[in-house]
């Protein structure tokens, strides 16, 4: 499968997780591009890929919010009306609302069209490995 990880690349820990990501993906047969917000002078139109995944961070003091740039990044981009993907979604350290943080972003790609297949918290590597595993072909 050709599959597509957008984030946020202003936050370092997001960054490396989802470069681990995409070679956990790459170990299981897949090719993965990684598409971080605001860095690419591409076209905006996913249709061309077969899953998606959305990374983000948790904001907030329970860690249930997702920042505000995650949300109007995602806006320019087409394609994403059908397409399968998954989520995931940093853990906080002090987070208690983890969930709603994870459930909020999956509601973001779902108003956008996508099917919601897969999500994940990332805490550690293997968290993203879980994740990788987990997609078929």
Same mark, same amino acid.
């Not at 394609?79 to 972003?105: C, D, P, Y």
């Not at 999956?106 to 590597?125: H, Y």
């Given at each position: 499968?050709? *599959?597509?990880?957008l =984030?946020?690349?202003?936050? !370092? ?6 470069k681990f $990501?995409g070679?956990a993906l790459?170990? #299981?047969g897949h090719?993965?591009?990684l598409?971080p /917000?605001g #860095? ?8 061309? =890929?077969? /899953?998606? =995944?959305?990374g983000?961070?948790?904001?907030? %003091?329970?860690?249930?919010? %997702?920042?505000?740039? *995650? *949300? ?5 981009y087409r ?5 399968h993907?998954?989520? /995931?979604? $940093?853990?906080?350290?002090?987070? /208690?609302?983890n ?5 909020r972003?999956?509601g973001?790609?779902e108003? !956008?069209?996508?099917? *919601?297949?897969d999500f #994940?918290? %990332? #805490?550690? !590597?293997s968290?993203c490995?879980?994740l990788?595993k987990?997609?078929?072909?």
């Amino acid at each position: 499968m050709k *599959v597509a990880i957008l =984030y946020s690349p202003k936050h !370092q820990k997001l960054e490396e997780s989802a470069k681990f $990501l995409g070679r956990a993906l790459e170990e #299981q047969g897949h090719r993965a591009e990684l598409l971080p /917000f605001g #860095q690419s002078d591409r076209s905006h139109n996913l249709r061309s =890929y077969d /899953f998606l =995944y959305l990374g983000s961070v948790a904001e907030g %003091i329970i860690g249930s919010k %997702i920042p505000a740039d *995650v *949300v109007e990044a995602l806006k320019p981009y087409r394609g994403l009306e059908g397409i399968h993907s998954g989520a /995931f979604l $940093l853990k906080s350290a002090f987070g /208690f609302g983890n969930t709603k943080g994870l459930t909020r972003l999956m509601g973001l790609l779902e108003s !956008q069209g996508s099917i *919601v297949m897969d999500f #994940q918290l %990332i #805490q550690r !590597q293997s968290d993203c490995t879980a994740l990788a595993k987990r997609l078929k072909r």
